[in-house]
């Protein structure tokens, strides 16, 4: 009996660390280019249940237990990982230059302060000295490093990623992918942190655009609907456990 109650307190700590992931969902569903996260479950092994009071009646020596197989019992979940969605999200026209948009797989690189990091946010801008950078101060990187464009120049970036500037090549983009995004991690400003050795990108760049995020209002909501009827559940768990241990206690006890 003790055992149903941390079944039922792993499963409404579960429920507890998918709603902050959805809760975050939805507390980006407007930021460019951010990507929802996916919490994964798995169970704790399930434990074979016997009649254990029947008598041993054969086996070798008595020593191979007989005794009837009632069935499985599970014994709880736990947050195995949060994974990330990377699928494509809607791509709106701003007619802003300085806005890129990518379709298909890749991320931007950026310089920052702890290293190059990667983003799917395009909205860029650029600093006092005509340097390209994200809307946190970020060099934008391209082949040659950040990129600095002629602030009173007409600036074309084609679907390839390469910039001109009165119709002189400046730069190009340096747009990555990785094979396995799982090594990806996300950090603060929209940005990850790459854990694994980046592969060329066939992107399509599209300048005056940006990709939207790729959650869904609707079905976060929905989701956390269910996942709050998933944790009452799971409360009730624990409070019927509750109930019977008492029984046990007051009333069987006073037997």
């Not at 992931?21 to 919490?39: E, P, Q, Y």
């Not at 994974?83 to 026209?93: A, L, M, V």
């Not at 747009?175 to 090594?183: A, C, L, M, P, R």
């Not at 050795?197 to 956390?224: H, K, P, R, Y």
Request: aromatic letters at 6%; zero cysteines.
């Amino acid at each position: 009996m003790i055992r149903g109650l941390y079944t039922g307190a792993s499963g409404m700590i579960s429920e507890m660390n998918k709603t902050d992931v959805i809760s975050n969902n939805l507390a980006n569903a407007s930021t460019t280019g951010f990507k929802k996260d996916r919490a994964v479950f798995k169970a704790f092994p399930e434990m074979d249940i016997h009649r254990i009071n029947d008598p041993i009646r054969s086996g070798i020596n008595r020593s191979v237990d007989p005794r009837p197989f009632i069935g499985s019992m599970g014994t709880g979940a736990i947050t195995d990982e949060v994974s990330t969605d990377f699928s494509q999200g809607p791509i709106k026209t701003t007619s802003n230059p300085l806005d890129i948009a990518l379709s298909g797989e890749g991320f931007f690189s950026v310089q920052t302060p702890e290293g190059i990091r990667y983003t799917r946010d395009g909205s860029f801008t650029t600093d006092t000295n005509n340097f390209l950078i994200t809307k946190e101060g970020y060099y934008v990187l391209g082949q040659n490093g950040p990129i600095e464009l002629n602030g009173e120049s007409d600036i074309i970036i084609n679907r390839q990623g390469e910039i001109f500037a009165d119709g002189e090549i400046v730069d190009r983009l340096q747009i990555v992918d990785f094979e396995d995004k799982g090594n990806l991690e996300k950090q603060g400003d929209n940005l990850y942190m790459a854990n694994a050795q980046d592969i060329a990108s066939v992107a399509e760049v599209i300048q005056g655009a940006l990709e939207s995020s790729n959650v869904n209002t609707i079905s976060e909501m929905v989701d956390l609907i269910t996942t709050s009827r998933a944790y009452e559940a799971s409360q009730k768990v624990i409070t019927t456990h509750d109930e019977l241990l008492g029984k046990a206690v007051n009333d069987i006890a006073a037997i």
